[in-house]
């Protein structure tokens, strides 16, 4: 079993709708929860951190852990065309430092006109 | 403001051959990484380091060196190329005290493309 998974899609919206995007995991230890945006070609980038369970929001993408669950989502709500992306979810446990990442293997978004 | 700039972007390599992979970050991260990403796989480290002169393997190191003389450069070597090691190589980077992590997470180049024929 992987330690975080996550559905490859690819997931398929029209624009202006929400997406939803999600992750579970099985280590109890991660506590430092990421999602990158990564469009083709390209190397990941940062859309959102977040410590322990509980909302975070900017802007369009709202994040969500729950611990309890082992779960954590993300959603993008007035979707684009430019959201068209792979979505990774990321985790790690330490605190001494972001440490060593355990990854999903991402989801394909496609965001249509 | 560079951040993560990754040499070359892409190279072809016979079954045998040997290459370096070229990184370097222009925000003084003493962090830096290493990663492969497959194919439905996700990303998977295969080096690490915190600091000049010292590195540490991470999930996936068979196959491959690092060494880490400066602050800026962290070069991934690959000797006696397979074809398994055909991928791309992410290089990535990020900032920590002794009181924990400073900044963002892991910062990422655009990846070298390689394949091994």
């Known amino acids: 079993q992987k330690e975080v998974e996550q559905d490859p899609g690819p997931l398929s919206v029209p624009e202006g709708a929400i997406v939803s995007l999600n992750c579970t995991y099985s280590?109890?230890?991660?506590?430092?929860f990421m999602w990158y945006r990564q469009y083709s070609r390209k190397g990941p980038e940062l859309l959102m951190y977040?410590?322990?369970?509980g909302n975070k929001e900017d802007g369009r993408f709202t994040a969500q852990v729950d611990k309890s669950s082992k779960y954590i989502s993300l959603f993008i709500r007035d979707s684009q065309p430019s959201d068209s992306a792979t979505y990774l979810c990321?985790?790690?446990?330490?605190?001494?430092?972001?440490?060593?990442?355990?990854f999903g293997a991402g989801t394909q978004v496609v965001v249509t006109p | 403001n560079a951040g993560v700039t990754q040499t070359p972007k892409f190279r072809i390599l016979k079954i045998g051959q040997s290459m370096t992979l070229q990184c370097a970050q222009d925000?003084?991260?003493?962090?830096m990484y290493w990663y492969r990403q497959d194919p439905g796989m996700g990303l998977k480290l295969i080096y690490y380091?915190?600091?000049?002169?010292?590195?540490d393997k991470g999930e996936v190191p068979n196959g491959y060196n690092v060494s880490r003389s400066t602050t800026e450069d962290f070069p991934l070597r690959l000797e006696l190329a397979a074809p398994s090691q055909t991928s791309v190589y992410f290089c990535?980077?990020?900032?920590?005290?002794?009181?924990?992590?400073?900044?963002?997470?892991?910062?990422f180049g655009d990846g070298t493309r390689l394949s091994i024929l």
């Open positions: 977040t410590y322990s369970s």
């Open positions: 990321a985790m790690s446990e330490t605190t001494d430092s972001w440490g060593k990442l355990q």
């Open positions: 990535a980077s990020s900032y920590s005290t002794r009181q924990g992590p400073r900044g963002a997470p892991q910062h």
């Open positions: 925000m003084n991260h003493n962090y």
């Open positions: 380091s915190v600091g000049a002169g010292i590195t």
């Open positions: 280590n109890s230890a991660f506590q430092y």
